[in-house]
């Protein structure tokens, strides 16, 4: 069956990085755009954007420039984003989703999530 | 003013129906938007139900109940996720979303009680 699978949780000093992976099964990896979502501590859903899995080109969303950086593996059907100079404020848990239809064309939605993993930035 | 807008809580008894709203924002025409619907319950990552934009232009997600089903408001430019015989399960978190700008829009999220 269709499934992406996180990596675990990660306690991360301020100014460190961090690196959370999506492994991807059931399916055809380069067929489906991978996106991401940041769910901060009892909040709601925040896009931070997409990658193409079959050309490597990312799309990010306002606010999410300079210190994400979506990338790929092909070759293991995963997905990374790292994050740089990390902040308190990256406290929350990171979600990669399959995006369905067409991200390209903005309607692509997106089905199915990964578990989640929980970055916790904290001295 | 946020782009999309959800009341943040809800309650409804087992076996009742609710009604979900999604407002945009005004100058943002829903029907000219599909709106979609996620499930989230604690603990675990939201799940993907339905998609409205019209009659003709709709989809429910694979596995989803067809309790669950969408409309549009065109005069409160909402759009609208009616759960049907509420069950206990149904308590979770629901956020619409939609493409906007070419960019990907969630509301705040509503917070449904079945009590």
């Known amino acids: ?123 | 003013q946020a782009v999309l807008t959800q009341p943040s809580s809800l309650s409804a008894s087992p076996g009742a129906s609710a009604s979900l709203t999604c407002t945009l924002r005004s100058g943002i025409n829903v029907g000219s938007y599909r709106i979609y619907w996620y499930q989230q319950k604690p603990g675990s990552p939201p799940q993907y139900l339905l998609r409205y934009k019209s009659d003709s232009d709709n989809q429910q997600g694979s596995g989803v109940p067809s309790r669950f089903s969408g409309s549009k408001d065109a005069s409160a430019n909402a759009g609208i996720l009616l759960i049907s015989g509420l069950q206990s399960e149904d308590e979770a978190d629901y956020y619409c979303m939609i493409w906007h700008s070419s960019a990907v829009v969630f509301g705040g999220g509503t917070k449904l009680t079945v009590l």
């Not at chain 1, 990010?60 to 740089?84: H, K, P």
Request: some cysteine; aromatic content about 14%; hydrophobic content about 30%.
């Open chain 1, 1 to 123: 069956q269709v499934q992406l699978v996180q990596s675990g949780s990660e306690l991360k000093q301020p100014g460190a990085s961090v690196k959370i992976s999506c492994k991807a099964s059931g399916y055809t990896f380069t067929n489906y755009a991978m996106n991401w979502v940041r769910q901060a501590p009892g909040q709601g859903l925040e896009w931070m954007g997409w990658i193409n899995t079959d050309t490597g080109n990312p799309t990010y969303a306002q606010g999410f420039t300079g210190r994400f950086v979506f990338s790929l593996d092909t070759s293991v059907t995963t997905a990374y984003l790292q994050i740089s100079s990390l902040k308190a404020e990256d406290t929350a848990v990171y979600y990669c989703a399959r995006g369905r239809d067409y991200c390209s064309s903005s309607t692509c939605y997106f089905d199915p999530w990964g578990q989640g993993t929980q970055v916790t930035v904290s001295s």
